[in-house]
């Protein structure tokens, strides 16, 4: 993977229920994508546009861009990795100490599931 500060580029998505239109410094690339993902944390420079594109023998892309490849699976292999790294004494620990948690039936449940879920979008960002 290249150092190289990444570059912006002019990207117009026109959505409906069932299609979408492309475009990738004003060139159409829709015709294999199906499916894309737009990510923006308001505290970074540039949103992320993920194209997810059909595995046809013939499909051809030429434009030069920042390319994130999304797998359809989902990522079994990230989320065991990750439930391996948890310490149960520290999410216990760190659930019984949540400001939302209840004292209905479940709720430390919910606080773990709630705590595993902000540990992994940590992580996540900063992956």
């Known amino acids: 993977?290249?150092?190289q500060t990444p570059t912006a580029h002019s990207v117009r998505i026109d959505?409906?229920?069932g299609s979408a239109s492309i475009r990738l410094?004003?060139?159409e690339i829709g015709r294999d994508v199906v499916g894309y993902?737009?990510?923006h944390d308001i505290h970074s420079a540039l949103p992320q546009l993920v194209l997810h594109t059909r595995q046809a023998a013939g499909t051809l892309f030429d434009a030069?861009?920042?390319v994130v490849v999304a797998a359809d699976a989902p990522p079994v292999d990230?989320?065991?990795a990750f439930l391996r790294t948890i310490n149960p004494i520290e999410l216990e620990q760190t659930a019984l100490e949540r400001d939302d948690l209840g004292d209905e039936r479940y709720d430390l449940t919910r606080a773990m599931l709630t705590q595993?879920?902000?540990w992994a979008e940590e992580r996540g960002?900063?992956?």
Request: charge should be negative.
């Open 1 to 3: 993977m290249s150092d």
């Open 15 to 17: 959505a409906q229920p």
């Open 37 to 39: 993902t737009l990510q």
């Open 125 to 127: 960002a900063t992956s």
């Open 25 to 27: 410094d004003g060139n």
């Open 116 to 118: 595993l879920t902000d």
């Open 64 to 66: 030069f861009a920042q």
């Open 78 to 80: 990230a989320i065991r």
